[in-house]
């Protein structure tokens, strides 16, 4: 069974930054496309970031282009998501999202996902 564990959220100023990450459990980390999906309230979840299975390829939002940077530790598990100089646009629940097949910046072919984690930005 495959789990993942999303840690890191919380409550920043406008311009910080926060890294989350996620813990996937159950299979091999290197057999999954991963991917950051964030939700905001009344609104669709949208597509923050994708990393590829080998990690060579990553694909970002534009609204976070140069801000976030996905990162994935196949050894530990651990997908990251680097999130620089933030604001009040960037506050939702952030998802992890894996996939063995799908690797793109539709949320709904993802299989798996964890619980979200909040992220909230103060202006």
């Known amino acids: 069974q495959v789990r993942l564990v999303e840690s890191g959220g919380g409550l920043v100023q406008a311009g910080g930054s926060l890294r989350l990450s996620c813990v996937v459990s159950?299979?091999?980390?290197?057999?999954?496309?991963l991917g950051w999906f964030r939700q905001a309230p009344g609104k669709e979840r949208e597509f923050v970031a994708f990393?590829?299975?080998?990690?060579?390829?990553?694909n970002y939002a534009d609204s976070v282009k140069d801000r976030f940077t996905i990162s994935r530790d196949n050894a530990r598990n651990t997908v990251s998501l680097q999130m620089n100089s933030l604001n009040a646009e960037d506050t939702a629940v952030y998802y992890c999202a894996a996939d063995l097949d799908y690797c793109g910046t539709y949320y709904r072919p993802f299989n798996y996902w964890g619980q979200g984690t909040q992220v909230t930005v103060s202006s």
């Open positions: 990393i590829s299975w080998s990690g060579d390829n990553t």
């Open positions: 159950g299979r091999t980390l290197s057999d999954y496309c």
